[in-house]
Structure formats: C-alpha cells, structure tokens
C-alpha cells in the first residue's frame, strides 16, 4: 500500500516541530536551552495530590465524567475572576477553556483564517502559533521588535500597505509580555498604539499571555484585553507555565458571539478539555496554590535568567548580542551574520554537547539563520552556566575557524 | 465591531450538536435517553485516586511535566500489548495516544481528506466522526445498515459508482462492533468482505472501536484490524466508555508512516495529551484496573439495555421498530414515516419529560426524520422504564393525533 496517494495536500504545509526533532537527538551528556520546559521543582506536585484525593472522594462522578464543551462552569467562574484581578472585565461567559494554549490557537485559526488572509505577527514569534495558522494558509506578515517589542511604526507601515494591496486583513497576533522567543515586552504606549491601529483597521488582536503571571521586576504591564473597549482583543493564557503542563489546561477570553463560533469548533477537534485537569485548576486557583506559585516561579525564574546573563557576559566573544527578558523563559541570541545556527546544531550537539532552538524557525518571512532561542527554565544554574560555556566556545571556534570547516 | 467579517468561510460548515444543544433545554424532571454518557457508578474513583496518589509521589516531575507529542513512552508500550490481547499486531511505534478519539478523527481528517474526496460511512454513523470530517468537505457517501452492520453489497456498488463519477476514493469509516447510533455489530463475513473491497479500491479502513471491549453476549468479533494484512486498517479506542471520559484519553494504531503525519499535526492541534491523563490509563492498564472493569461493565450496561429492551416491547405501540444492541450504550428507534422525531423534540421536552437524540443528525445524506438514537447508559434502570413509557404515550398520542396538531 502505497501512502503518499491518502495524503491530503495539507499535509505539504505541516512541519515538524525543530524544537521537537531536536529532542530526539539529545544525549544524555548534552546540556539543552531547547524546549521552554519548567523547571519540575516548580511543580506543586503535593498540592495537586491533595486536591486530586479530595475531588476524587467528594465528586467523583463530576471530575470523571464528560463536561461541557467549553469547560467546567465552576472552572469558568473562577477564571473570571482571575481575569479581573489582572484588569479584564469578564464573566464565565466570557471564557473557554482549552485544551492548552495550542489548542485556543488552533480554534481561532480555525473560526477565523481563510486562505490568503492577512494576519500581522511578530517576527520572530511563538513557533506554536505559526504551526496552528500555517495549515490555513493565511499571508503571516512579520513585524520586527526592538527593546520595547513589536515596531509599531513598522506594524502601520505593513498595515497601510496590505490594505493598499486589498488584502483582507484579519488580526495581530501578539505576545505582549515577556515574549516567545525574545524575552521582550511590548511598552505601555505601544500597548495603547497597536489598538489604536487594530481600531483604525478594524483588526482582532490575539493576545497569547502565558508569562505575564510571574514578570521579575517592577509591575506586569497591563494586558492588552484589560485596555479593550471594542472587543476586538481575544486573551490566551495557561496553566502550563504557572502550574504544570502535564494539566493541558489553557484557556480564552473574549466576546461571546466568537466564543459560541470556538466551541462549535471545538466539538469537532477534542470535544472537551479533561475533566479531571480542569477540577486540578479550579482547585488550584480557588485554594490559592496558584497564588502561591506565582512569587516562586518569579524566583525560580529570576535566579535562572541571572545566571544565563551572567554566563553570557562571562563567555561570549565579541559581536554576539542577546536580549535581557524581564520575564519568562527565554534569551534570544543574535550571532555575526557569517554564522548559521542551523547547520551549526548537529556540530552543538555532537561536538560541543549543547542543544538550542535555531532562530530560523521563528521567523514566519524566512531569514533569521544567525540567531537561536536559549532557554533557562529547564536546567539548573550550574548547567545553564557550563552550556554558555560550550555555545560560546562553538561560537568562537566558528567564528575563528577558516571558511566551510564547521 | 461587526464579528461577521472575521468569521472563516469554514465557520459555515459547523454545526452546533444536537445532542449538546438539547443537553440546555433539559430541566430537572426530564429523564434524557441523550448523550451516551457513562454510568459514574461504573467509574473505579477509589483506584483512580489511589493511582494518583502514588504517581504523584512517585513521580510527579513526570506526570505533570510536557510530554511527547505522541504519546507517554511507557502507555504507548501498554497500549500495544492490550491491543495485542485483541489479536492486533502493534509495537508501541504503531500507537499514538490523543485527547479521546474526537481528536483522532479531527487529526485523520486533516492528514487525508481533500475537498470532494469520497469517504464512505455507516448511515446513520456517528455524529461525532461527521462533524470532525465536515469541515474538510469530503464527499461522504451512506452506507445502510441491517440486522448484520453495514451492507456491504450496497458498499460494493458506491464504491463502483463512485469510481466510475472519478471521485478519489480515500477510506471507509466504520463502527464495526456495537454501532453509534444503531448498536448493531458488523458480522464476520461481512468484515472480511469490507477488508477485501478496500483492497480492492485501494482504501483506507477507519475503525471506532470504543465499545468492543464490554459486548454483552458472546465473544467479541475479531476488530478489522487484526485482520489487517495490507495495513489500511487504521484502528481508534478510547479509555472514555471502559474506565472514565473525564480524562480524555483515547488512541490510534496505524502504520508507523502514517502516524508521523498524524503526530506532525497533532502537534498544531493540541501539542500533547494531558501527562497527568495518560499516567491514569497507564497505570489502570498495569494495575489491571481496566481487565477488571470489563465484566462489571458489561453487567451494568447489560441491565440497563435489558431495562430498555423490555419497557420498549411493554410500552411501544405498533409500527414502532428498535434494535437490539449487544452491547454499547444506544438503541435506535423508527417510527413510522408520519412522525418527524425532529419536530417532536420540544413536545418531548417540555410536555413528555424525556429527551433523545433525534435521528436525523446521524445521516451523511438527509433524512431519517423517523428515526432517534436512544440510549440506556446513564439513567437509573426505573428512569430508562418511566422514559420509555413517556416515549410512547408521545408516539401514540403524536400517531392518533389530527394532523398538525402537535
């Protein structure tokens, strides 16, 4: 049987994860800034045991059962609230939960991507969400950041032009804080800017928020939904970085005539989230172990980054720049052009004994080839440390080495 | 803002489902022979609880953690020797575990059907399995059912016919044991005659399997796919009717090849299944919680289809016909072709006190207005009892009613 002849022609436009394949390749003597895995100490592993025993000796014919399709209403409420306390004005019905972030994202390109739609992102951005939208086939038009996030400027710019194009614009698609992959987050005018513009040409704005619950310093800017006052902005978050992500609990926050859309969607792809994950968050959230998580992460995290910095300064040659993220889980690494950190990781990984995500994948215009995505979250300080020691010595040998014997 | 413009051309081809819909008008005093919900007196809460309790203390950076997106490594292994128990030959290389067989469907549809390709179903089928395929606008083409399952020489003559038109022919999609809607199981000849047609039209077979594992009389039928020689079968089960739905946990058995496809899109669709979810099956599996699940749900169900059975011979008036399942959760009703059991609906409701499932949303090509699925799973023997009465009094009074009159 021959398969090739089954296949849709979609399946031309999926690809496999980088991050993904990369895992496949890891020895157990390579260190990895890969995946934006947490760190499983984190974890309040004997919290969620204690609400799994409890939930399963006074409901457990609930928490086992099947539930609505746009999740636990008690869950619903609960994430309200949570959205309130961030500034967004929400009630249950306002909320749908998910299946993870990936699956909210998957929904929305779903209910609202027609092929050659135009949807505005930043470039680099979360490579999960280029995965969800490329099946669709929309026009991915990509803004770059600077230290203050997405150009707004440059955003204008491409707005003017697509539309002069007679494109049919549809959204941005925007991580305002502590971005995926740069670390970076989108100033408080910016904020206000990129609304104005989703105004002016009549925009969603989708709003992928997972960091934001535990920035290091100062306050977490506002969220773009919580400076809404149109609808237009549709929130994402998830339990995966602040709880566990083992839960795959995420959720949306917006305007309920697309929500009824994303559940009808959401019948089709995985009926409903699990039950059980889900009565996991209510109880987290209504007991405050999320509350309590969130100052730990921020010193988990903190303590990481520190490190990752600090290394970087230590080690790294001349002529390599990185991001300081105030938050997340990611440094974004910018080498000298004649350096190409995709064909550089299998020498990283065999020779050198350290992984990373090649920057390429993240970009959504091509390009990108001299930088990668390093993660602190996963390895501790000692390691995160040594692995700059091994990247930077793979940078400075590459730089050093005469042409092609990399 | 007008939502409107943003919607996808797609959004179109959703559906809302009946049997959802129909779960809000539901108030307290109506009995539902709805959704083919499980007993939660079949649930093993008290094992469950205590699977949770020792993986989290035994291993909580796993089971909370990210994992693969095909599967946790160790219930993938699980997987293939219980499907081995059922005469399938499959290493862990062949399963994928997913959220619940709705996202199997959903990742099938999108690894093989193109628009206007002929997919041939049961008719009625499951509606689940419809709405996944729907939005990749897939000719799908009926197949009738009698006392033996699909009919296979009308099967014959579809697919001949099909041919002839120049349809790309791409796979049959069958619930060959205990059918969703009809509860009728596909006999052995007729399943070794739908293996020898898809050879024959070169076709991918899609077999549902999620209640073969609890037939109540008789052995079980050899699944389609452990009678597989080309590899077109591809196999679907869930941990939703044997141990809980609560969890979301089902899984595919397929050709490694095709499962790359299928893992590469999952990873746009849901990036994983719940870790914590997956430990639960796992250990079910191991701890030989679901072996011992088997009789006690045969016993529950065979009651409750018992009950069914005998209030429909009791209480039914003439012209009314029912199947007899041997197993499952359903029965499927047809009236006589005067009654629309649509229309019926909101009388049943609101007047009767009894809520089914409407036949009409199980046809691939309209019709079946004079038909409702039926099922026996969730109420409490006397429920399913007092249900039926008040089904009949609505199909006698509805019969001998003016016409128009209700």
């Known amino acids: 049987m021959e398969l090739k002849r089954f296949l849709s022609s979609r399946t031309a436009l999926m690809r496999a994860s980088q991050v993904r394949e990369l895992l496949k390749w890891i020895g157990r003597d390579v260190i990895s800034l890969g995946g934006g895995i947490p760190d499983p100490s984190s974890f309040p592993a004997q919290a969620i045991r204690e609400i799994l025993s409890d939930v399963l000796s006074s409901r457990p014919e609930a928490a086992l059962q099947y539930a609505p399709t746009e999740g636990v209403d008690e869950l619903r409420e609960e994430l309200a609230k949570f959205m309130q306390q961030r500034g967004i004005k929400a009630s249950a019905d306002n909320v749908v939960v998910t299946a993870g972030s990936q699956e909210a994202l998957e929904l929305l390109a779903r209910v609202i991507i027609d ?74 005018d910016r904020r206000r800017r990129l609304l104005e513009l989703a105004e002016e040409y009549d925009l969603l704005v989708i709003e992928d928020d997972p960091y934001s619950y535990f920035v290091f310093e100062g306050a977490s800017p506002p969220p773009l939904k919580s400076l809404d006052a149109s609808g237009r902005v549709i929130y994402l978050s998830t339990a995966s970085k602040m709880l566990a992500p083992g839960l795959r609990v995420g959720w949306l926050v917006a305007e309920e005539e697309l929500l009824d859309k994303v559940v009808m969607a959401k019948q089709a792809v995985t009926l409903q989230t699990s039950t059980l994950s889900q009565f996991v968050l209510l109880e987290a959230l209504r007991r405050g172990v999320v509350e ?33 993220p105030s938050g997340g889980m990611f440094v974004w690494l910018e080498v000298p052009e004649a350096l190409n950190m995709s064909s550089l990781l299998p020498t990283a990984l065999r020779k050198y004994k350290v992984a990373y995500v090649p920057g390429a994948a993240f970009h959504v215009e091509g390009g990108g080839y001299n930088t990668a995505r390093l993660s602190y979250s996963y390895p501790s300080v000692e390691a995160i440390r040594e692995a700059i020691r091994r990247l930077a010595s793979l940078i400075s040998d590459s730089l050093h080495a005469p042409r092609g014997a990399s």
Chains 1, 2 share one sequence.
């Open 115 to 188: 092929e050659g739609d135009a949807v505005f992102m930043e470039n680099p951005t979360y490579l999960g969400a280029i995965q969800a939208f490329r099946v669709y086939e929309p026009r991915m038009l990509g803004v770059p950041l600077d230290g203050e996030g997405m150009r707004i400027d440059v955003l204008e710019e491409k707005l003017k032009k697509a539309k002069e194009q007679g494109l049919r614009l549809k959204a941005i698609y925007v991580i305002p804080t502590c971005q995926n992959p740069t670390g970076i987050s989108l100033s408080g």
């Open 292 to 324: 309590k998580q969130l100052p730990r992460l921020k010193e988990i995290y903190r303590r990481k980054r520190d490190a990752m910095l600090e290394a970087l300064e230590d080690y790294m040659p001349g002529g390599v720049r990185w991001t300081r």
